[in-house]
């Protein structure tokens, strides 16, 4: 009588919770490779926040004030703008919906979705700040939505 050896489990569950600790290392270890600002920062900024947290809109005449002149490289933080919707369009994958008209400071979010926004309707964009020169800022990651009527500051 043949006796069958034991068969070894394949290490197919085991291989693929073994790659999800390591990605779950390495998204853990880039979020604390991130510098986090200190609340002082903050300060006379209501228009900006740590990463995902709520900050106050502003509106396009009041963000000027709130600028900062730099930020870290290796950190994110969030901004908050309410105003006229001035441009939406899309490359097929993502959206771009622009706030804010000249000669002030243009804002620029890019997004997955424009939540039906067109051009003239009130909306606010919330996302990653990144200043791109004197004039433009790009958020990005962004959300755009239709104001709700309590969006922008009245600094």
Same mark, same amino acid.
């Given at each position: !009588?043949?006796?069958?050896?034991?068969?070894?489990?394949?290490?197919?569950? /085991? @291989?693929?919770? $073994?790659?999800?600790?390591?990605?779950?290392?390495?998204? /853990?270890?880039?979020? $604390? $490779?991130?510098?986090?600002?200190?609340? =002082?920062?903050?300060?006379?900024?209501?228009?900006f926040s740590h990463p995902e947290q709520p900050g106050?809109?502003? /509106?396009?005449? /009041?963000?000027?004030? &709130?600028?900062? #002149?730099?930020?870290?490289? *290796? =950190?994110?933080? #969030? !901004?908050?703008?309410?105003?006229? +919707? =001035?441009?939406?369009?899309? #490359?097929?994958?993502?959206? @771009?919906?622009? +706030?804010?008209?000249e000669p002030g400071v243009r804002v620029l979010c890019?997004? @997955?979705?424009?939540?039906?926004?067109?051009?003239? *309707?009130?909306?606010?964009?919330?996302?990653?700040?990144?200043? &791109?020169?004197?004039?433009?800022?790009?958020? #990005?990651?962004?959300? $755009?939505?239709?104001?709700?009527?309590?969006?922008?500051?009245?600094?």
């Amino acid at each position: !009588m043949k006796t069958r050896s034991p068969t070894r489990p394949r290490p197919v569950l /085991s @291989y693929a919770g $073994a790659v999800a600790c390591v990605g779950l290392a390495l998204v /853990s270890g880039q979020g $604390a $490779a991130q510098t986090l600002l200190p609340d =002082s920062f903050f300060t006379g900024r209501p228009a900006f926040s740590h990463p995902e947290q709520p900050g106050k809109p502003a /509106s396009c005449e /009041s963000i000027t004030a &709130q600028l900062p #002149d730099s930020i870290p490289a *290796d =950190s994110r933080v #969030d !901004m908050a703008i309410a105003g006229t +919707v =001035s441009l939406v369009r899309t #490359d097929g994958a993502l959206w @771009y919906v622009a +706030v804010c008209a000249e000669p002030g400071v243009r804002v620029l979010c890019v997004t @997955y979705g424009a939540n039906d926004l067109k051009p003239g *309707d009130k909306a606010v964009l919330r996302g990653g700040y990144s200043r &791109q020169d004197r004039r433009h800022i790009l958020l #990005d990651p962004c959300l $755009a939505s239709p104001e709700n009527g309590a969006g922008a500051d009245d600094q």
